[in-house]
């Protein structure tokens, strides 16, 4: 299994970043897939999750504003960022589970700044 994320960068406030996680190893469209970031200092919180069936769930802090999506024949995972903010700047991280293993990318890096 391989989760390989692009796509970070450094943005203005209020700017977009449309994050991408390749995968491979494992039957993608079975399989629920998730974003998460982590700040320096901070532990690692959830953003984003969509279904194999694509329901999708945010929490509050990123709702509105972030759109996770799937694209299964390319067996990628994607995270549109809208309206950033300073407190979004973490490194981001897809991630998936399979039989009851986490498998996570090596993130790829967002900081918001003007």
């Known amino acids: 299994v391989q989760l390989v994320e692009s796509g970070g960068g450094l943005v203005q406030p209020g700017g977009s970043l449309r994050l991408s996680c390749a995968t491979s190893?494992?039957?993608?469209?079975?399989?629920?897939m998730g974003w998460y970031r982590q700040a320096p200092g901070k532990q690692r919180e959830f953003v984003a999750g969509?279904?194999?069936?694509?329901?999708?769930n945010y929490p509050d802090s990123v709702k509105g504003r972030f759109t996770i999506s799937r694209d299964n024949a390319k067996n990628t995972v994607y995270l549109q960022m809208n309206s950033l903010k300073p407190e979004d700047t973490a490194v981001y991280y897809c991630?998936?589970?399979?039989?009851?293993?986490?498998?996570w990318g090596q993130g790829t890096q967002v900081t918001v700044s003007s």
């Open positions: 969509i279904g194999s069936g694509r329901s999708t």
């Open positions: 991630n998936t589970g399979i039989s009851s293993r986490l498998y």
């Open positions: 190893g494992f039957t993608f469209s079975s399989y629920a």
